[in-house]
């Protein structure tokens, strides 16, 4: 004659909820397969690579004036970087 182990309820109760519990924590959810953390280091072309002087260069073009045809707008006055509360809008 064969015998089960049946678990006693607090038992099978425990397991069930750390399945729940593994399968919860392995599942991603939607925001974490949609943003993914900043790397470390902005990636780069092969053979261009970042460098301190193209980085002070990329904040001068993006806060310079001149690059309009009126001599009045830059990147920054579309996209704020300060104004946090326009998030939504580029
Ligand atoms: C007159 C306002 C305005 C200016 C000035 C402007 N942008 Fe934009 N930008 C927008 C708008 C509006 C969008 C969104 C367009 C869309 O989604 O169809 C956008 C989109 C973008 C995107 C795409 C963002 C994304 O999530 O895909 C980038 C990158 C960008 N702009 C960079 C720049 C840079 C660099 C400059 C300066 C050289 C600049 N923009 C100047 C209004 C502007």
């Not at 919860?24 to 460098?51: C, F, H, I, Y």
């Not at 001149?66 to 579309?78: A, D, E, I, M, Y």
């Amino acid at each position: 004659m064969q015998r089960y182990l049946i678990p006693a309820p607090m038992t099978a109760l425990r397991v069930v909820l750390s399945l729940c519990a593994m399968t919860v924590a392995s599942a991603p959810t939607a925001a974490q397969t949609t943003w993914q953390p900043l790397p470390e280091v902005a990636p780069s072309p092969a053979g261009n690579p970042t460098t301190p002087a193209k980085v002070e260069l990329g904040k001068m073009l993006y806060f310079d004036t001149r690059l309009s045809s009126s001599g009045n707008v830059s990147c920054f006055s579309c996209h704020n970087v300060n104004d946090l509360h326009l998030a939504g809008t580029p």
